[in-house]
């Protein structure tokens, strides 16, 4: 029999969003921090229960945590989700008294001390990087030196490829959709700018470090090999901030072998048509911009460092390559007019994004913007404990409600124009060469659209002929084949994608409703089977498996 001191001490890293922001795709997923707090435990034989609450809700998590009984629970604590955590660490600590409750996270690294005073329920806060200053944490609490109360300030970490691929994580995960949650990666931490609505420079002191390319790869490989994960959002700051680096990630996933396409966020000043061409390449298909304002002045009292000019020209290198071009616009900031508005309108006309994101102007505890509220005497800390809106805002005047909706329907209009069209492919061949089967990918699904289906097969036959090991346009082909009710081909065609990628379940999903048109029910039954045995998350392979269970 072994020891108590030989039982691995067990650890909870959780995460709950707000209650009202359970269906919201990107709030309800776990921070990527948390699953490197997980994989890191993990790797040091830690019993780690990964669990992202968001779905359940405070209720539904407390069950789990008094299930599971573990000795510590971690949180990520964001501004946004502090209300339905904070009472969660309160409840947990009434039902389990001898559990240890740690918060992290951009709320807890700013607010800290505030939080260990006013918080019931919370033991410790740690700010900053939490790998390295949880694993003292621990170490301190086995050997019954940690005492309730403190912050830990997280030093930096020496070097992030010393760190585990979070998308590796191998332990238990309860509430999470790999195939969700691990297409979303992290490639650095930091951000050397100074715009006024970002934590990053008070979090990071805007110092960057960054994963290596082949350290990327080795995540991405594993994803798409064990996972069949075959998109992929690079959620970095900037992370095209090192040309080097990003020249180097892109000719190591071309020589991979692996076709996948995703996307990123950039800054309109750290792009040029060389490094866009290289991402386009590799399977990039957005790049997604902080844009925030057509407005000069604006933009100098956000502090972004950049010009109107340079969002004009990163937008139009994109397009000449043929990503598609996503803007982050904010509106509301103190002083702004309805001429900056307008401005603003004007350039989304100019430069033609496909998409975009338009949010008021928030006050996240260390940013800039609100420590000029804090001196002027317009907020203070205390209003983190007694209101209860998710977030607070800068300006609460009905402008600007009317100028996001302005920005919101300027958003849509414009869609119809900056979809490419056939002009717009040769001028991508041109500037990428004829060989990037992206362009062929996006050209086909622009023929598609438009029920032009020859065309649209054409250009999807060019990627299966010349890459017989990218699943993309065999999957085109099977949705084209499905559609125009070709059954038997389309069961040919994704027969090819799951032997490309077996881990990918969307493959056996479209080969078992391929099969099921074909009336062959025992081998659309195997691949329901294999698809909901990859993904028992999507309810598309629930529905199939329970129609041919009758």
């Known amino acids: ?78 501004s946004h989700n502090r209300i339905d955590t904070l009472r969660l660490l309160k409840e947990a600590k009434k039902r389990m008294p001898r559990i240890v ?88 931490r930091g951000c050397p700018y100074r715009c006024a609505f970002c934590c990053s420079p008070g979090m990071w002191e805007r110092a960057v470090q960054f994963r290596s390319a082949a350290h990327i790869l080795r995540e991405i490989e594993y994803l798409y090999r064990e996972r069949g ?9 900037n992370f095209t901030l090192r040309k080097d680096r990003v020249m180097e990630f892109c000719k190591a996933l071309c020589d991979s072998g692996m076709y996948i396409m995703w996307n990123c966020q950039s800054r309109v000043d750290t792009v040029d048509e060389e490094m866009l061409v290289r991402m386009k390449l590799a399977g990039c298909e957005q790049i ?45 900031m103190e002083g702004e007019k309805l001429a900056d508005i307008r401005k603003t309108v004007g350039l989304i006309r100019q430069t033609l994004p496909g998409d975009g994101i338009v ?19 317009r907020i203070d800390d205390n209003a983190w404990f007694t209101r209860h809106e998710p977030g607070l805002y800068l300006r609460k005047d009905d402008d600007v409600a009317k100028w996001i909706g302005m920005l919101v329907t300027e958003l849509g209009m414009v869609r119809e124009h900056s979809w490419y069209r056939e002009k717009d492919f040769r001028l991508h061949r041109r500037v990428t060469g004829p060989g990037c089967w992206v362009t062929d990918i996006l050209e086909g699904d622009y023929y598609r659209d438009s029920e ?26 099977g949705k084209i084949c499905f559609y125009l009710g070709k059954f038997e081909e389309a069961a040919e065609y994704y027969t090819r994608v799951t032997g490309i990628v077996p881990g990918y379940y969307g493959g056996w999903l479209k080969r078992a409703e391929s099969l099921l048109a074909l ?32």
């Open 288 to 332: 997604q911009f902080g844009v925030e304002s057509g407005s000069e002045h604006v933009l100098e009292r956000y502090g972004k460092g950049i010009t109107v000019d340079q969002v004009r020209e990163a937008a139009r290198i994109a397009r000449r390559a043929g990503l598609y071009v996503f803007y982050y616009l904010m509106a509301g």
């Open 359 to 377: 949010s008021p102007v928030a006050l996240y505890p260390g940013t800039e913007i609100y420590e000029q509220e804090k001196r002027a005497g």
């Open 229 to 237: 994960i075959i998109f992929f959002s690079i959620r970095d700051d």
């Open 452 to 477: 032009r289906f020859q065309e649209a097969e054409a250009c999807y036959l060019r990627v299966a002929g010349r890459y017989t090991g990218n699943p993309w346009g065999f999957l085109r082909l």
């Open 101 to 188: 409750t740690v918060a992290g996270g951009p709320h807890a690294s700013a607010l800290a001390d505030a939080l260990i005073a006013r918080s019931a329920g919370l033991d410790h806060v740690i700010t900053g990087e939490a790998e390295d200053a949880l694993l003292d944490l621990l170490k301190d609490i086995q050997a019954g030196k940690a005492r309730p109360g403190s912050v830990i300030h997280g030093g930096r970490i020496g070097t992030l490829d010393a760190l585990p691929p979070p998308g590796m994580y191998p332990g238990t995960m309860t509430g999470v959709d790999p195939n969700e949650q691990f297409k979303t990666i992290i490639t650095s």
């Open 1 to 78: 029999m072994r020891s108590r001191r030989e039982i691995p001490m067990k650890v909870m890293i959780a995460y709950l969003c707000h209650y009202a922001d359970r269906h919201d795709y990107f709030l309800s997923l776990l921070p990527v921090g948390a699953i490197s707090l997980a994989a890191g435990l993990e790797a040091h034989g830690y019993d780690v229960h990964l669990a992202n609450f968001s779905r359940e809700g405070a209720r539904g998590a407390l069950r789990a945590i008094e299930e599971y009984r573990p000795d510590v629970l971690g949180v990520s604590l964001f």
């Open 519 to 550: 009336k062959k029910r025992d081998e659309a039954r195997m691949c329901a089977q294999e698809a909901f045995s990859r993904n028992p998350h999507d309810f598309r392979v629930k529905n199939i498996v329970e129609i041919l269970k009758k």
